[in-house]
């Protein structure tokens, strides 16, 4: 059992550069959520998904995009990569509901140069 | 709106003394969790505490929640090296969104 898996791991970008960050559960979770970690900042909501077909605006939104593209799949892109946006992302997922406990993948490094 | 707050940020402890690390919160909340974080990796859950007076233990780590006083606090007994890393707690009230505290980095010195 995968639990939530993120791709890529580490990514170098260009400053105005794109991309899209994979993410991608299997334990049948409703709700899915991406966050951004910085330095002694715990971890900040970029948006969330409560349910297929739904999404909505977290803490910090501003410069992403997301993609719920199906119950398993929840996508974030960075259309115009800014050095600010440099950052440790991390998926998770909750079976219960939409704030239940959450299931987190591995994160992806984005460095944004 | 929702505020966290970990005490201490840092913490370095020999092994077998015992330490708490305290989380406060600003208002109401119904389900606290306690994860932690091993450097470089991701996040995984400890403990879910619903309600008040609850009290949870899983090996040398004991989580309590007293909603009166807005406090948790995470126990940790006769500390061993296995159990550095980064101890995070989260609340929500409702459909609030899980606010974060800001992590208290524990570091157990043989």
């Known amino acids: 059992n995968a639990g939530v898996t993120q791709t890529p791991k580490f990514q170098v970008l260009k400053t105005g550069q794109s991309m899209t960050l994979q993410c991608a559960q299997d334990?049948?979770?409703?709700?899915m959520y991406w966050y951004r970690q910085d330095p002694g900042m715990g971890l900040r909501l970029i948006y969330y998904?409560?349910?297929?077909?739904?999404?909505d605006k977290g803490e910090v939104p501003n410069g992403y995009n997301v993609s719920r593209l199906n119950k398993r799949e929840f996508s974030l892109r960075l259309e115009s990569a800014a050095p600010s946006q440099t950052s440790v992302y991390f998926c998770?997922?909750?079976?219960?509901?939409?704030?239940?406990?959450?299931?987190f993948g591995q994160g992806t490094r984005l460095t944004v140069v | 709106e929702l505020k966290v707050e970990q005490n201490p940020l840092f913490l370095s402890m020999q092994e077998g003394k015992n330490y708490t690390i305290y989380c406060n919160y600003s208002?109401?909340?119904?389900?606290l969790y306690w994860y932690r974080q091993d450097p470089g990796k991701s996040l995984e859950s400890l403990f879910v505490?619903?309600?008040?007076?609850a009290v949870k233990q899983e090996g040398r780590l004991m989580a309590s929640l007293d909603t009166k006083a807005r406090l948790s606090t995470l126990h940790i007994t006769a500390a061993v090296h296995d159990l550095s890393a980064t101890y995070f707690c989260a609340l929500t009230f409702g459909n609030e969104k899980l606010t974060f505290g800001t992590g208290t980095r524990l570091t157990i010195i043989p």
């Open positions: 208002t109401t909340s119904d389900r």
């Open positions: 998770a997922s909750s079976e219960e509901g939409i704030w239940t406990e959450a299931f």
């Open positions: 334990m049948n979770h409703n709700s």
């Open positions: 998904s409560a349910s297929e077909g739904t999404t």
């Open positions: 505490l619903l309600s008040n007076g």
